[in-house]
Every structure is written in structure tokens, then in C-alpha cells.
């Protein structure tokens, strides 16, 4: 049943000469951006801003959550140029907080992680003092694509559970909670420095005492940041929304999730992994030097 969306979710439509900027650039680099591919609420925000979340590995994904609006599919093979063009690409537009992530790619032997690393690398050789933070999949648990990312130093290694445990068969059916939870952890035990990351929607038929649980399980798990945001169903053939929450309840959550020690939380309706993902470090840091 279509729910109307509350007025703390209305969004009024914006357009200046940088947002122009920034959707011909990615045309002229051929790159893609999870801000377009997946219908984030934010993108106007953030392209006006001059800013953009980067999305590697082409457009199609071999998974199918029902949640999420980007093309599922066969996909094309990675493009040797694009760890380049996106280095260029930030370099273009001035970026000193750097969000890479990435469509699934299970039909690659290594899930994508060596291109991961090429586009690190890239953009460090760009420049060094650019903070790279990448959400990539799960690599369906394997340790040695992920190695291979975290030896190329992100500064921040995100990975998001999305939902809770009780509804992955609905909304993730090709995830397994326990792995992502793995993911994380594996993470931290081969570079204790990195720091970690991963977020949560809720509206998608959760309960309360559940997503408290994920909250300690992520925590458990040395997670370090956490995103908590508003599930917004892209159509009548993706998973409804439940339930819309409200930002008190939202700050809430907020304040359990510091309690349970994570170093950094933002919650709110239109939270999502990498909206002002830069504040989760710098906040970090400065409180670090106190």
C-alpha cells in the first residue's frame, strides 16, 4: 500500500551551474555515480556541492536485493580506464574526501577487489592527501580479495548490513548477515589502523529491539562508523516501505549507537552511506588530538 511521504522527507529540487558541471564530467570520463544509479535523494544536494559518490565496475549487478533500483543483470567487463578517469575525476573537481563504491560483481573471480585496489592507487599517485574511503561488497567472503583492498590503505573500509538479520531473506536474499558481520571484523584483524564502517535502513518492517542488536553486533565487530537512514522503495516492484521514522526516533538511535562506543553515527531520514561521509573522520581525528 503506497504511503504518502512526511514533510521530513520532502526534498525541493535544486540546480546551479555545478551540478551541470559535475554531470558533464562524468559524462566526458565515462564514469557512473551511486547518487544516479540508485536514486539517492541527496544527489542534487551533493552535485550542486560539487561532490559525487563514485560507482566502479560499470552499472549492472549480479545480485538481487529487493531494496535497491541499480540494474540487475549479465555485466560487461571492468574498464582498464576508469581507475584513472576517477582519479582524474576527483582531481577535477577539487575533492579532498573520496567515496568509491561498486555494483556486485560475483561473475568476477576476485568480486572486483583488484580494481578497487587500481583505483586507490590511482588516486593516490593523483594525490596522496586525498582521505579514500570505498563501500565495496562482500566479495562473497573471500579473505583474498579483501587483502588485496585493504593492503591498497583506504582510510576508510565500509560495508554495509543494510537490514536486519530477520529480513535478509526478503530484502538480500544473495547476502548472509553473518558474512558481512565477518567482513568487517576480517578487517580490522588484517589492519588494525583502518577504520570501519557500515549502515542500516530502517522503515523496511524492522523492530526496534532488532536493530538494537545489529547495533552490537556491528560493534562487536570493531565497527567504527555507522550510517542509520530512511528506506525509500524506488517502485511498486521493489520492497514497500513499512513504515516511515521519525527523526526523533532516529536521534534516538543516535544516541544508543554512541553508547554502545562507536567513534562516529549519523541518523536521520535522508542519512545515507556517504552523505558528509568526511565529517565521521575529521570529527574523529579532531576528538583523537584533544
Not at 594525490?127 to 588485496?148: C, H, K, S, Y
Request: with cysteine; hydrophobic share 40%; aromatic share 6%.
Amino acid at each position: 500500500m503506497y504511503q504518502q511521504k512526511p514533510d521530513w522527507l520532502k526534498i525541493k529540487f535544486v540546480s546551479n551551474q555545478s551540478r551541470n558541471d559535475v554531470e558533464n564530467l562524468l559524462a566526458d570520463l565515462h564514469l557512473h555515480t551511486v547518487c544516479e544509479e540508485a536514486n539517492c535523494p541527496n544527489l542534487m544536494e551533493c552535485f550542486c556541492s560539487k561532490t559525487a559518490t563514485f560507482m566502479i565496475l560499470g552499472k549492472v549487478c549480479t545480485r538481487n536485493c529487493t531494496f535497491c533500483t541499480v540494474t540487475k543483470g549479465t555485466p560487461v567487463m571492468p574498464d582498464s580506464e576508469e581507475p584513472a578517469n576517477v582519479a582524474r575525476a576527483i582531481g577535477r573537481l577539487g575533492l579532498r574526501h573520496a567515496v568509491i563504491t561498486s555494483v556486485t560483481r560475483d561473475d568476477l573471480a576476485d568480486g572486483g577487489s583488484a580494481h578497487f585496489a587500481s583505483v586507490i592507487e590511482e588516486i593516490r599517485k593523483m594525490d596522496n592527501t586525498v582521505i579514500v574511503e570505498v563501500l565495496t561488497p562482500d566479495f562473497q567472503g573471500d579473505l583474498d580479495a579483501l587483502r588485496t583492498v585493504v593492503a591498497a590503505r583506504p582510510d576508510i573500509l565500509n560495508h554495509n548490513i543494510e537490514t536486519v538479520p530477520a529480513l535478509y531473506p526478503e530484502v538480500r536474499p544473495m547476502a548472509v548477515y553473518e558474512r558481512s558481520l565477518k567482513f568487517l571484523r576480517d578487517a580490522k584483524l588484517i589492519d588494525p589502523s583502518i577504520y570501519t564502517k557500515s549502515g542500516i535502513m530502517l522503515g523496511l518492517g524492522e523492530k526496534k529491539e532488532e536493530v538494537i542488536a545489529s547495533l552490537r553486533d556491528l560493534r562487536a565487530n570493531g565497527c567504527d562508523f555507522l550510517t542509520i537512514g530512511q528506506y525509500l522503495s524506488p517502485s511498486k516492484k521493489h520492497h514497500p516501505v513499512v513504515e516511515f521514522i521519525t527523526p526523533d526516533v532516529f536521534e534516538e538511535y543516535r544516541v544508543i549507537a554512541l553508547e554502545l562506543g562507536f567513534k562516529h553515527v549519523a541518523s536521520g531520514p535522508l542519512v545515507r552511506s556517504s552523505y558528509h561521509a568526511a565529517e565521521a573522520l575529521k570529527l574523529t581525528r579532531e576528538e583523537t588530538e584533544r
